[in-house]
Structures are given as structure tokens and as C-alpha cells.
């Protein structure tokens, strides 16, 4: 794109920058004031962040995993992926979540 802008003029490394979105296709909760502080000094390992994000979703959704309003959904994974990330981080689903 910075090539066809040019018009004919030198191009330096700052010319070539990635567009910046404006917007988030929906509110993910992960920001300034959110449960979730990248900032802080101890910083998460991304397995901890990715399982932190996985609960907060599937609180959204009261624990339903697939389907339309389903976390998978939600998150743009298929719910098989979703399940297999949930098996691998020890996040309970299913039977496993019942509340006693």
C-alpha cells in the first residue's frame, strides 16, 4: 500500500507502519480498569492470561461453551478448540463444572 501511496518518492522504513483499528468487533473486557492488569511488574505467562480470558467468557455466558451465545462464539474458536484449550489449561467443562 505504501508502495502505491508514494508516487514515486523514496520509501524509508517509517514510511511502512500497519494500519491501526479504530474499534474492537465487541468488548472483550481486557483493558484499562479490567480483572485482567497487564502492567503489572510480575507479568503472566500467556497460558494464565489466555485461562484468565477463557473463564471471563465463559462467566458472559454462564458456562455454556458452544452454540450462538456460547463462549466459543464469542471468542471466534470452534468449541472443539475451545474444550481442547480448556482440557490443556485444567478449566472444567461440562459434567466436571457442576456446582455441588
Do not use: W, Y
Amino acid at each position: 500500500r505504501a508502495l502505491i501511496l508514494s508516487r514515486g518518492e523514496p520509501l524509508a522504513f517509517g514510511d511502512l507502519q500497519a494500519p491501526v483499528k479504530s474499534e474492537a468487533p465487541f468488548e472483550s473486557g481486557v483493558g484499562p480498569g479490567s480483572h485482567l492488569d497487564l502492567q503489572r511488574e510480575d507479568s503472566l505467562a500467556l497460558d494464565e492470561i489466555v485461562s484468565q480470558h477463557i473463564r471471563q467468557v465463559l462467566e458472559m455466558t454462564g458456562g455454556r461453551v458452544g452454540g450462538e451465545r456460547g463462549a466459543a462464539h464469542l471468542l471466534g474458536i470452534n468449541p472443539s478448540t475451545l474444550r481442547k484449550r480448556m482440557r490443556k489449561l485444567g478449566i472444567p467443562f461440562g459434567r466436571k463444572c457442576k456446582k455441588n
